[in-house]
């Protein structure tokens, strides 16, 4: 196992996990001296009937002060303000989020603001900035997953001004994280396989870029496991339940992992993709990943070469020589996106060239792509990536995604 | 048809334990300091820190911060709560706002209590002794811990003055590893150490409140003690491998926060108790047997236990149903290594402890009012084998 | 009461000189390297008017300043930040971190990786400032310890490699 030559790991986070975790939200709220949450939401999750869900599990033990429904795609600012100030007006005294990861970062927003007492969110911002425990919070994800229910990190926009506000402290962190097979049950087979594949990709980053270390890496492994157990499953039979938890419990690990030790140039190009083109994440995640492996083959094969053995089994690693791993992987990963593309419908993409709209419009045409491969430059995960990237570099690797071809990798500049 | 991994339907998981390992960790406290809104730590430690350097190490990290360091190196080995009142006094008397345990066992034990005593008042300790009698969170706390630290102090536990105490709130905001802190210590001091921590960390792996959360704090400890244990035994100057032996103890007392303590835990403390031996020695020297005992009772989580036990290919390359065998044989190569490693001296401790049938019944029947899984036949028969060195 | 006492914070003045020294050099470097370097200028083109950034140890300096100035070109502007507006501030959190990143024990990359430094300021200027610092240690540094410090040592044309060497010493040195 590699121990690195500093690191640090932190997960505060209290995990419960179960088909009837959410009837454990009152107990845990009581401990916290707590029982006025407001709940923080998107109109999308009480369209699914997640919220009537939530309120019959949890009403006989707290008392809902209100329910907010309107967080946006995006993290705003002017409704973290709002928010806030509904918060106050009705006298709650803690927060439950349910949703994605917007909500999870409008609701740590809403933290700061009412714990501190604050009118102004941009005091908090960077690194360090708060000093004290904010409100409990409790946090219930919806989807298998962003992981932001444990990340201690919230990014929210202020449209006004064109800033991203990035927070950053342990403090943010929720006090629990409820992992409930309920929530991810109606979840449509592309949004299962699009956040799945985020999942994965959180996981399979956190395990081979510059900042891992024995614990993230040990649930990266975990994570890593349970999706190639439970996401073709969960796709092609949304109801499975014990399918859905393995799923949202690897979401959770896999958000304690990357969140400890951070990602990778995937994640560089996938946020850009997604803020140039509005791709979803995890689809961007998904087309990705293959092609983040195939670039840093180089310096970070070895540690990929170790992915086969959750992805694929023990039977699988020990036929493979050990040479040949790390390509089986990447092999594996390609493999399962085409899957998933079949058992959508071809509604989930094996590349960016066949991501289509709802009005059937390519999402990333092709002469965007020197524009992402820009907004990629100013993306902070490229500091974690085992090798260097530029403008060209970006640009061949998203050439290749586009069309769904596999790198070639003499054309790698390694360092 | 691969294996599915195992998870429960059911689980909780907590470890609020930052851990910072590594280069320069120590020079990193000031920063940790002021993220915790602290900024007058009070460092405590035990006797001996003062001569073998520890305290200076630890003062030497603070220049350029620009924080002065309360240091209070008199802790004595089964301190009590007089000692408690004097530094109560001293905390308060001087506004510290932190406390910085350097050291394991008695000391990381005082510091708990007395963050428990400077977080509300004195007379509070009585009332806190049991299971999760805290109701609020602690001060800060930060634990530097030594090499002998079997993952302990880390826990949710504390024992002090005759009285167990028990709560999350107990467990340190912060754990710091840094080599110039694991200074080398004696062959059984190691073993009995890191026994300890591999008992609590298989133990945690393959029994009933096995979950995916404990497992990545468990996986990382059995792996890491596996690859460096014997030898560092063999070699105390290895330095590498004796930070990867305090990260893995340290995760280890994480993971047995979250479970129940296993039978070798219970039998290895009886054992330890009665017959004067190391706990940690104890319940490593059973532990192959108690594995095994659990395995003919249809011990389900062993054969995974072969993951980092053996590493990928090891468990690769074994057919399922021979996994759990090879991962008992595995440990019970390692107590061979170990004692290797050690010129002898582990197994001679073991072997030299005369213990009489009569002896043995008495530690089963303690085990197993103390709450063992296994019944006393069962406690019987892992004790005689063990005995008997089968 | 005589196991106790109470020990001030001393300094590590050795350091910090040292520190202060390769930041001097660095932030001198740097303002060369705009005037000389197409890459380098390049960067400091994409940021606005006045763009002023630090990298700071804490918790008491020592920092290196630079800014653009009215005209776009960068400059050094020394050590003290004192009445100055910081946009971006690369903290390093401890000496000790500072003197493994500039004895190039820990590139800055592994120094982020690694925890060693917070970003305050937008992460975008952030990673241009990483290719900013990347570029003057190839050109300050020789191959074999710019190595450590960079991730993918670049394959210069010996125009840019020599002669955009000799010219950012100069300036660096006399301060152009």
Known sequence: MDMPGYYEFCCRVKIISGHDALERIPETLAQLYAGRPMIVTDKGVVGAGLIDIVVNAISSGVNIAVIADDVPPDSDLRIVNSLARLYREKGCDSLIAIGGGSVMDTAKGINIIVSEKADDLMRFSGANALKRPLRPLIAIPTTAGTGSEVTLVAVIKDHEKHLKMAFVSNFLLPDASIVDSRMTLTLPPAITAATGMDALSHAVEAYTCLAKNPLSDAHALAAIRLISDNLLKVTVNPGDKKGRLGMASAATLAGIAFGNSMVGMVHSLGHSVGSVCGLPHGACMAILLPYGLEYNVHKNGHLTAELLLPMAGALVYAATPKEERAAKVIAFIRRMNQELYEVTGGRHARFFKEALGRDGKEMVPKEKLPQIAETALRDGSIFYNPEDLDYDDFLMVLNAAWEGKPLDTCLIRKG | MRLQMYFPERYEFFCPVKINSGNRALEQIPFELDALNARKPLAIAGKDAGETGLIDVILGAFRDSGIAVGVFDGVPVAPDLKLIRELFNIYRDRGYDAIIAVGSGDVADTAKVLNIAVSGKPEDIEGCAGEDLIRNPLKPLIIVPTLSGTGYEMSRYASFDGRDYASHFLMPNLAVIDLRMTVPEDAVTTAAASLAALTHAVEAYTGSGKNPAVDAYAYASIQLIMEHVAHVIGDQHDGGGRLSLANAHAMAGCAFSNVAPGTAHKLGQVIGDLCHLPPGLCMGMLLPHVLKREMSEGGYHISDLLLPLGGFDAYASTAADLRARKAIDILYDLLRDMSAASGGAIFHLWKDAQVSEATLQKIAQKAVGAGASSDIEGCMKILRDAREGR | ?176
């Open chain 3, 1 to 176: 009461m005589n196991n106790f006492r109470e020990v001030a914070a001393g300094g590590k003045s050795l350091k910090r000189d040292y520190v202060a020294v390769m930041m001097w050099f660095m932030g001198r470097a740097i303002q060369a390297a705009a005037a000389v370097d197409e890459a380098v200028n390049k960067e400091f083109a994409g940021m606005p008017d006045g763009f002023t950034f630090a990298l700071s140890v804490m918790p008491n300096g020592p920092h290196m300043i630079v800014g653009k100035d009215q005209r776009g070109f960068a400059r050094y502007r020394g050590w003290d930040p004192e009445g100055k507006k910081i946009d971006l501030d690369m903290k390093i959190k401890n000496i000790e971190a500072a003197m493994l990143i500039f004895t190039f024990q820990e590139s800055t990359a592994l120094a982020t990786a690694r925890e060693r430094l917070i970003v305050d300021g937008e992460v975008a200027h952030a990673c241009a400032i990483v290719r900013i610092l990347d570029i003057v240690e190839v050109y300050l540094l020789p191959k074999i310890i710019a190595k450590l410090a960079v991730k993918r040592y670049p394959g210069w044309p010996f125009r840019r490699k020599y002669i955009g060497r000799a010219l950012i010493y100069v300036r660096t040195i006399f301060g152009l």
